[in-house]
């Protein structure tokens, strides 16, 4: 099967939108107007780790966990990901939690490999079990290395000092090659604070969007500590940026201010269809 002959039968009639209704109030939002341009496909670098990717990163894992995700469902997730790649979006968001490796390794045949990022996430919490994650990764995932892959959903004040082992294991492997960078995603302020405190991380997944909603911590709070992480050259990625559904009617605050915000240098978004992707990327480009 060629390529075109791939995306030929992307997936029509998905109306289902990947965000729930909104539970906001009527307030307005109090967000500034943005003072420069932006597009979805701008080319952006991780912190110091050297990675370039585009700013918006396509993600797989909306309701996602044990194995799924509304992505992983429709059952046409490479052909979503081959769209955005055709549209400049060159940075592919998995987790072995999300049941998305394969999706991507299909993927992955049909595009120069070292134009992509792709970013994963590991769930073991015990050494032996994680270096055996990673070869795992690899193989489900049809490549010889991945670029960042990240300790996923911590929420221990003290993770930095428990999961030693794991860190030690991803050193190893990014000394081998294996991962490009390390890094974690955090579900809980003490978390987030511990991984500004550390000089291991490179790459934090933090979760951010002007409401708080599914954030470890009111904006302000959490921004605070971005910053804290920016100014030691860690690559910061947003996800929750439009709240999973709290914002669905107002997706273009929530991307001003994801923008505007100045501590995000890119950020995950789960669209479930080209439409909404091709939704996403217009919309960035007008805020």
């Known amino acids: ?48 780790t050297g990675i370039r990717t585009s700013r918006l990163a396509m993600g797989t894992g909306t309701i996602g966990g044990g194995g799924g995700s509304n992505q992983t469902r429709t059952n046409t997730l490479p052909r979503l ?27 992955l045949k049909h595009v120069s490999r070292d134009k992509v990022t792709v970013m994963t996430k590991c769930d073991s919490r015990d050494p032996k079990q994680a270096r055996a994650d990673l070869d795992r990764y690899r193989r489900e995932l049809k490549t010889d290395y991945i670029d960042i892959c990240l300790m996923h959903c911590l929420t221990e004040d003290d993770w930095t000092e428990r999961y030693r082992g794991v860190m030690d294991v991803f050193s190893e492997a990014k000394e081998k090659g294996i991962i490009r960078s390390h890094g974690v995603s955090c579900h809980s302020i003490g978390a987030l604070r511990a991984a500004a405190k550390s000089p291991w991380v490179e790459i934090d997944l933090v979760r951010l969007n002007p409401v708080g909603a599914f954030m470890d911590a009111q904006p302000a709070t959490v921004i605070s500590v971005i910053k804290e992480m920016r100014a030691q050259g860690k690559g ?52």
């Open 1 to 48: 099967m060629n390529r075109r002959e791939f995306l030929t039968g992307a997936a029509a009639g998905l109306s289902a939108a990947y965000l729930k209704p909104a539970a906001l109030g009527a307030a307005a939002l109090d967000i500034p107007a943005l003072t420069e341009k932006y597009k979805a496909t701008d080319t952006v670098v991780l912190g110091k």
């Open 81 to 107: 990901l081959l769209n955005g790649y055709d549209n400049g979006l060159l940075f592919f968001d998995t987790a072995d939690s999300y049941g998305s490796h394969p999706d991507v390794a299909e993927a």
């Open 236 to 287: 910061i990625v947003g996800m929750k940026i439009l709240g999973q559904g709290a914002m669905r009617s107002r997706q273009d605050d929530a991307l001003r201010f994801a923008l505007g915000s100045g501590v995000l240098d890119a950020f995950t978004i789960g669209a479930e269809n080209t439409n909404e992707q091709g939704d996403l990327i217009r919309r960035i480009a007008a805020a």
